[in-house]
C-alpha cells in the first residue's frame, strides 16, 4: 500500500438505520474522542509547521506577484497570501499525513539516487502543469527528510525546507513557482461550448463575456486603486472544450485572453437538428486537463443524450473542487427540460449553479463569470418548496419565504442568486437595516435574479422569496474576495496500528474525525468561536460536529467527532471575526457516504509517474461493507487508451471486508509527450454499494523505474 493524496468522493444515499443503533453511536462519541486523542502520532509536527512557515514567507517575499499598497502611514505594505494559496498547503498536508500513516521510517529508501527522483519528479510535475501530484510529491519529501534526520529539531527542518523551496523556486523560475503553491489564487477558466448551429448567438455572447474579463485593483488585491486592468496573472491558462453530436473536443489550452477570443472567432458552428448533443463527453474533457478550485462554464441550449457518463463527471469535477455552472439558453428548436434534473443534480454537488436565460441575456453575465474567478466562497445555499398543504389559498396567491444569513466585515462583494422553475417568481434582499438592495439582473425568461453588493454592510441579511404555491426554487449566497475566510477539510480513521489516516470514504454510521483548516489568515477570526454543522445539500441541518477542539499549534485547525449520515451532506462552519461579526461558510465539496472504498493501492511515486514507452498494470484495491450485496460492475474511463482491456469488468461473490486487488493492464507509448496526464475515472457499483475514485498519473521520463 502507499501514498495517494487524490481520492474521489464515493458513495450512494441510503436508508437510515434503526434509531436504537443510531442513538447508541451517539452515545459512545465522547469514548471515540477519548480513544482517538490517545492514539499515537511518531510523525514530527516540525515538518508540517515549518514546510507551512516557509511557504508563507516565500509567498511574501515574492513582491512580483503581490499588489504593494501603502498603510496609513505611508509605508510599504505587502497583502498577505491569499486563500487558494492555503488551499495548496492543505494538499501538501494531507500527503504528509499519508505518509506519516503508510510508511515507517524504516521501509523509506533514503538513498541520495531516490532523493534526487523525487526532487526531480517535483520539478517535471511542476513544469508540465500538473501541480496537485507535485504537491502531493513535495509532501511526501517532506515527510522523507523529518524521517531520515537522526536528531530531529526546528532549526535542522527549517534548514532542510528552505533548501527544497529553493530549489524548486531555482528550477522553476518565478512564474512558475508561484502558480505551482498557488501564491497569487490563480485559477483556469473553462469554457464547455455546444457548437450546433443554434449556438451561433451564443458564441458570440461568450466572446462578449471573455471581452469583458477584466478586474479593479481593488478587487484582486484589496488596494484602493480603482485602475482597470487586464488580470493575466490571476488566471494561469484558459481552455476551451467544444462539443456537439456525435463529435466533441479537441481540448485546447490558451495562455491569455486574446489567444480565447482569437479560438473563439475561428469556431465553426454547425450541426444538430436533434437537439441532445454530447454534454457529458464536453465537460469531462474540460475537466481532465483544468487546475483545481477552478470553475468550468457550460453553454448549451439542449439536453445530454451521454448520460452515463454523469457519474464520471460528477467525481472528477468533486475531486478537483471545481464548480459546474451551467449556463441554459433554450431555444425554439431544442430543450433542456428533459435534462434539468440532471444538470441541477451536477451543480448542486459540486456547489455550482444552473441560469436559465435569453440568448440574448448572456452578455450580462460578464461580472458572474469574473468573480467566480477572482475568489469565491459559499455562505450558504438550499433549495425549497413552496407547501401545499392549505389549498384555501388560490395558487396565484403565492407564498412567501424568509432566509436569513449573517455577512460579515471580510466579505469585499456579496453575490446573492435565486433561481425559479417559472417566471412567477419573485424576490427582494434586504441589508440589516431593512434598505432595500435592488437586484443587478433580471431574467425575462425565468425571473432568476442576481444581487452584486460591493462593501455589504456587516450583519443579518434577508432574502424574501415569492413563489407559487408547490413551486421549486432555489438559492445561493457567495462572498467574493481574493482573501476570503474559507476552509478546507478531509477525514481521519484510526487503523489497526493505532495511526490516524486521512479516509478515502465516509462509511454510513461510523465514527470518523474530521480534520478542518480555516484557509487565509488565521487573524482574521475568534479561534475559541468556531461551530461546525453537517447540513444536507438541500440547506437542512443534519447534526453538530461533537467535541471541536482547537490545535494547540496552529490557530487555524480544529478536529472534531462525528458519526457519518447516511445522506449526502456539506460541512457548515459558523463563527465570529476578529470584530465580532458572525460569519457563516459553507463547503464546496459535497461528500455521498458508502457502504464501499474503491482506492490506488500503490505509491504516488512509483505507480503515478510512468515514463514513456513502458507498460504494467494500475492497481485498486475495492472493499465493502455491505452484508446485502457481493456483485459489482467496475467501469472506468480510457484517456489517451492506455488501458489494454475493456469496461467494464464484473466481480462476483465478493466477501464484505475482504479487499479485493483490481489490475488495469496500461501501454504508455513512446512519442507521448513529458507531463501528459491522464485522469482515470473509476466506478464500482452493485446493489447499495457504489464507490468511486479519481486516478492520475503523469508521464515524465524522471519516473522511477519499477
Known sequence: SGINAEYGSSGINAEYGELVLERYIVTMVPVFALLL???????????????????VAAAERNFKYFSVGRSSTGDLTVPPPRTGFFKALTDIEQSIKFAEAKFSPSSLDMSPRNRKTIKQSIISAAKSGNYRIGREIFGFHQYLEDSSMISKSRKRMRRSTEDIISYIKRKLGDKTFNEFFNIDSGTTLTFVLDTTGSMREDIQQVRNIVRALSFSANEV???????????????????LAPFKDPDYGPLETYADKGELLSALEELT??????????????????????????????????????????????????????????????????????????????????????????????RNMSDFVRSAGVGRADIMSGTERSGTVDRRYKRGAGEKHSIKFDVDD????????????????????????????????????????????????PGTWTLKVITDIGEKFSYKVNSVSPTNIDFDFY??????????????????????????????RSDLIKPDQTIVQLIGTEGNIIR???????????????????????????????GETHNGHPFTRTSQATITPSFGVLEASRSVIKYRLIRPGTMGNFHFKFQHFSEMDKDFRL?????????????????????????????LPYTVPHSVPEGTEYRISLVIEG????????????VTRFAPSR
Open 221 to 239: 488585491d484589496g488596494s484602493s486603486d480603482d485602475e482597470v486592468f487586464d488580470m493575466g496573472s490571476g488566471f494561469y491558462t484558459f481552455l
Open 269 to 362: 458552428v454547425d450541426g444538430g437538428g436533434d437537439c441532445d448533443e454530447m454534454v457529458m463527453h464536453g465537460i469531462s474533457e474540460g475537466l481532465h486537463e483544468t487546475e483545481a478550485y477552478s470553475p468550468v462554464f457550460v453553454f448549451t441550449d439542449a439536453g445530454s443524450k451521454d448520460l452515463d457518463e454523469k457519474d464520471s463527471v460528477m467525481m472528477l469535477a468533486q475531486m478537483l473542487y471545481s464548480p459546474l455552472y451551467f449556463f441554459l439558453t433554450p431555444s425554439p428548436e431544442c430543450s433542456t427540460e428533459t435534462n434539468h434534473d440532471d444538470y441541477e443534480e451536477l451543480a448542486r454537488e459540486t456547489s455550482g449553479q444552473v441560469l436559465s436565460l435569453d440568448k440574448e441575456e448572456l
Open 37 to 55: 486523542a490517545t492514539l499515537p502520532t511518531v510523525f514530527s509536527s516540525d515538518v508540517l509547521r515549518e514546510t507551512r512557515n516557509r511557504l
Open 687 to 698: 446493489g447499495r454499494v457504489k464507490s468511486t475514485h479519481v486516478h492520475t498519473i503523469v
Open 491 to 520: 477525514f481521519l480513521e484510526a487503523q489497526a496500528s493505532g495511526k490516524l489516516v486521512p479516509a478515502k470514504r465516509a462509511t454510513p454510521g461510523k465514527t470518523m474525525e474530521l480534520r478542518l483548516n480555516i484557509l487565509g
Open 635 to 663: 467501469s472506468f474511463t480510457n484517456p489517451g487508451g492506455i488501458i489494454t482491456i475493456q469496461s467494464p469488468l464484473y466481480y462476483d461473490d465478493l466477501t464484505m471486508g475482504r479487499r479485493k486487488i483490481i489490475r
Open 410 to 457: 471580510t466579505v469585499d462583494k456579496l453575490v446573492v442568486t435565486v433561481n425559479f422553475m417559472s417566471p412567477t417568481g419573485s424576490s427582494y434582499l434586504l441589508t440589516p437595516d431593512t434598505d432595500l438592495e435592488r437586484p443587478k439582473f433580471v431574467s425575462a425568461v425565468t425571473n432568476m435574479r442576481m444581487y452584486e453588493v460591493k462593501d455589504p454592510t
Open 544 to 574: 453538530t460536529i461533537q467535541n471541536l477542539t482547537r490545535s494547540k499549534k496552529y490557530d487555524f485547525q480544529y478536529d472534531g467527532i462525528f458519526i457519518v449520515p447516511y445522506e449526502s451532506f456539506k460541512v457548515m462552519v459558523y
